[in-house]
């Protein structure tokens, strides 16, 4: 560690390291790493100290297919770099099929902002129309599965009671946002936004309205550089500059 | 690199996944897989879900390799530290599969002997990091192996330990800034993988 006045946000930074946070002030610590120089040379030697725990596990033979099924996803890179942002404007829920929930269905061209695909929850993900509801986890589980192809990134995002209410499938140039227990807004005076978290500002991806019930899958701009994604609850039907009230985050 | 057990180094693997080899994924889970698979289980406490966590940490280095920035960390820091995120992820999205909150120094026994791939180092490393880990203050122990091994939050360590938030944050800070002062010289070396 350094002699001089450590950062104030030195203690917070092993939570951030530690995956140990709230999803809100996880979502403060990158901001935080993002434009200060200290903590982002101060954040590798963390995880080099972490991952030495993890390798202090005697070491264990995973499934012997384990490789084979990682190598069958490694879908070739669609993308070398960071790429422009599409302009972010709100999107309209349509209704996905009943049978799409092949995992492996044919991904369709898409427009990079500006599908919703609301899903029925239980209907069109699991097919268990009546059945006794899931957990949220299991729920958000499913509907990814449904949505996901392979290659695709998943990231979860945790409300602040640290209940996964959301979770982000990013691949093939868009940013898929599952929505499976987000409390519906108000779509005449409120409305979510998305963020990509990486280097420097979060950048809005899209804004949505949550429904009272049900899953909902949107496909908003895609992020190539996002280390991590917010959303968050915005006065207005406009996604401002910087979120103003973070509900929901997670790590790439 | 001066090590290394492939014959690639880092930067060529970086290079080679980058540009979208599928050989160097194949290289980069033989050489990383195992410690990944262990670090999953013992999160996880569920095969399935480790499967998932190892899958996912593997295919996110391989969309990411491109913007893999070397000087801020190495590949198999990178590989870790993925893999623990996703695993906690998974652990957290699972109330019903909860997290297991064995201690790495309390329940289980030190490699005796270099693993298979004769990864000498890498023992070495290990026993290092039990014994830094053993010898840290109970509390500051106790409060990182939950929260690294178990996948809990600052706040849920809180309270497992009855213990003020501001307690538990400074345990952490002051566990692993002992832990970096105890591994740093052995660290330097047995990071090189």
């Given amino acids: 560690m350094r002699t001089t006045t450590p950062c104030p946000m030195s203690r917070e930074l092993v939570g951030f390291a530690l995956h140990a946070l709230e999803p809100a002030d996880e979502l403060a610590v990158q901001h935080h790493v993002a434009g200060c120089a200290e903590c982002t040379a101060a954040l590798p030697d963390y995880q080099s100290l972490l991952a030495a725990l993890g390798r202090a596990i005697p070491e264990a033979r995973p499934p012997a297919d384990l490789r084979a099924r990682i190598l069958d996803r490694a879908a070739p890179p669609t993308t070398a770099g960071p790429r422009p942002h599409p302009p972010v404007r709100p999107v309209r829920p349509t209704v996905l099929p009943r049978h799409g929930v092949a995992r492996r269905r044919p991904r369709r061209p898409r427009r990079l902002v500006g599908t919703v695909l609301a899903v029925a929850c239980a209907i069109a993900v699991g097919g268990l129309a009546g059945a006794a509801v899931d957990r949220t986890g299991s729920t958000l589980d499913r509907a990814v599965a449904a949505v996901a192809t392979p290659g695709d990134a998943r990231s979860t995002l945790h409300d602040e009671a640290g209940t996964a209410v959301a979770a982000v499938v990013a691949g093939d140039g868009t940013t898929r946002l599952v929505v499976a227990a987000l409390p519906a807004n108000d779509a005449t005076n409120s409305v979510y936004v998305l963020w990509g978290i990486g280097s420097g500002q979060p950048r809005p991806l899209g804004t949505f309205d949550a429904r009272s019930a049900g899953t909902q899958v949107v496909t908003l701009a895609a992020d190539p550089g996002a280390v991590g994604y917010a959303v968050s609850l915005e006065p207005g039907r406009a996604a401002p500059t910087t979120p103003s009230r973070v509900v929901a985050s997670g790590q790439v | ?193």
């Fill in chain 2, 1 to 193: 690199m001066s090590a290394g057990p492939g014959p690639l180094t880092e930067e060529d693997l970086l290079d080679a996944l980058a540009a979208g080899d599928r050989s160097a994924l194949a290289g980069l889970y033989d050489r990383y897989g195992r410690q990944a698979w262990a670090l999953a289980r013992r999160i996880c406490a569920d095969d399935a879900h480790a499967e998932d966590a190892v899958q996912e940490a593997f295919l996110a280095v391989w969309r990411g390799a491109a913007r893999f920035d070397a000087t801020r960390g190495r590949v198999g820091t990178w590989v870790m530290t993925l893999v623990h995120h996703k695993a906690v992820d998974l652990v957290r999205r699972e109330e019903g599969v909860r997290r297991r909150t064995t201690t790495l120094d309390e329940q289980q026994p030190l490699p005796a002997a270099p693993g298979a791939d004769g990864a000498a180092l890498a023992s070495v490393t290990a026993a290092a990091v039990r014994r830094a880990l053993a010898a840290l203050p109970e509390e500051q122990r106790h409060a990182l192996s939950l929260a690294y091994f178990g996948g809990y939050t600052q706040r849920e360590v809180a309270s497992l330990t009855d213990s003020p938030l501001g307690t538990v944050k400074s345990r952490m800070f002051a566990g692993l800034a002992r832990l970096r002062t105890a591994l740093g010289p052995v660290l330097a070396e047995g990071d090189l993988r």
